[in-house]
């Protein structure tokens, strides 16, 4: 149950408002903000709080550019998306929590935004350095964390931050994804369908297990099925494999039979001779020729998870179902999202987490007959294992009236 104060138990009438975003965006070949929807996602955050009289110090990491300043990972273009999305100047501090970070945050006055530069310029960061923790409190006056998508990391922004600036607070962003998440392992309604793809079961194995107690199927794709399919006995040509887990995969199958859960793998698959592209030819998905490679489910599987999908009351999809990049690959995958969207009409709770699969209910144009569309690719795979995320546990706990 989500039971954090958010920002709406905060007084940001007059006070300098510390905003965590996940600004990790992908840039385009002009350098430019190529996909602005984690942005998007935190402006009711970031309305609210100037609608109510306070100045935001906003910050984020981009990219991985282990603590030292890299042009290619300024936050620049993210102040000029920001800027345009909110309609007014949104300067960008030369330093994180520096001299001009300070001398910027302290002119601030209600209604004006400024956005720290890259996080992860700063060693401290990924260590959750004291010192910059401190630095970073010195800031401003209360602290609203709406990056989900980096709640499983224990940073300095998202951790030492929290416990060093209180008020510390769950912006919208945030709540939203923990509510929309947290219903599918708080009494999920049945019947509880999990789509589970990606290239490899040793990222998926730990969300399969704890979903096991939860669901009532598992529909599994993606070049993780032949794993499965591989432990079992089939044969799976040049399919995906990973050889030191096929005992794991035997393992969860057998645990599912034990449990009553119905594991439905892609039963047909289309091949081709390349990932790359080329002519594809179905066939079952465990005699895979010796030459040819799995690339996507086959049709057969198409319509069997989605009768699965529709008739479900709740479901999770998270990895594509093949090589969904290659257009002649993608038939599986664009079938899902578009089964999940149908499966919403009919009022089912549906959550779709995980990069490819988020990319691909965009590209088939159903994102918005979805039920809630995860930010987070390793923070909702976390929560989904039923780990704690360290930034989430960082806020403060909603603290009821007593009668
Ligand atoms: C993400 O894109 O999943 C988050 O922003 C976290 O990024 P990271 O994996 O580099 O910590």
Not at 44 to 52: A, E, G, N, Q, V
Not at 370 to 380: E, F, L, P, R
Request: proline fraction near 5%; glycine fraction near 12%; aromatic fraction near 4%.
């Amino acid at each position: 149950m989500f039971d954090k104060a958010t920002v709406r138990d905060l007084d940001a009438q007059g006070k300098r408002v510390l905003v965590r975003a996940d600004f990790n965006v992908p840039l385009g070949p002009d350098g430019e903000v190529s996909d602005d929807t984690r942005i998007v996602e935190t402006l009711p955050t970031l309305r609210y709080l100037l609608s109510k009289g306070a100045a935001i110090v906003a910050m984020s990491h981009l990219g991985r550019p282990k603590g030292k300043p890299e042009p290619g990972a300024s936050l620049a273009p993210v102040a000029r998306r920001l800027s345009r999305l909110l309609r007014q100047d949104v300067p960008l501090t030369t330093d994180v929590a520096g001299p001009d970070s300070s001398r910027l945050a302290k002119g601030l006055v209600g209604g004006q935004v400024l956005l720290l530069e890259n996080l992860r310029f700063d060693p401290g960061e990924e260590k959750n350095d004291p010192a910059l923790a401190q630095r970073l409190a010195a800031l401003g006056d209360a602290y609203v964390n709406d990056a989900f998508g980096a709640a499983h990391r224990a940073h300095a922004s998202t951790v030492g931050l929290p416990e060093r600036r209180k008020p510390a607070v769950a912006g919208f962003l945030m709540q939203k994804e923990l509510t929309a998440l947290g219903a599918l392992l708080d009494h999920p309604a049945k019947p509880f369908v999990a789509v589970i793809g990606g290239a490899k079961i040793s990222g998926k194995i730990d969300v399969l297990e704890h979903l096991l107690g939860l669901v009532d199927t598992f529909l599994i794709g993606g070049g993780m099925m032949f794993t499965l399919v591989k432990a079992q006995g089939g044969a799976i040509g040049r399919s995906l494999l990973e050889e030191d887990k096929l005992e794991t995969a035997a393992h969860f199958l057998r645990r599912a039979q034990e449990k009553g859960v119905r594991v439905l793998v892609a039963p047909d698959c289309r091949a081709a001779a390349s990932p790359q592209g080329g002519e594809t030819r179905v066939v079952a998905s465990d005699r895979v020729p010796d030459d040819w490679l799995g690339v996507d489910i086959g049709p057969e599987s198409e319509a069997q998870f989605r009768a699965e999908i529709v008739g479900a009351r709740t479901v999770l999809w998270n990895g594509p179902m093949g090589i969904f990049e290659v257009p002649a690959f993608a038939s599986g995958t664009l079938s899902v999202a578009r089964a999940l969207a149908d499966a919403t009409k009919r009022g089912a709770h549906t959550v779709v987490g995980g990069g490819d699969s988020v990319a691909a209910v965009h590209e088939a144009g159903v994102a918005s007959h979805i039920t809630h569309v995860s930010t987070g690719g390793g923070a909702s795979l976390e929560f989904l294992e039923g780990k704690t995320l360290p930034g989430v546990q960082a806020l403060d706990t909603r603290v009821q009236a007593v009668s």
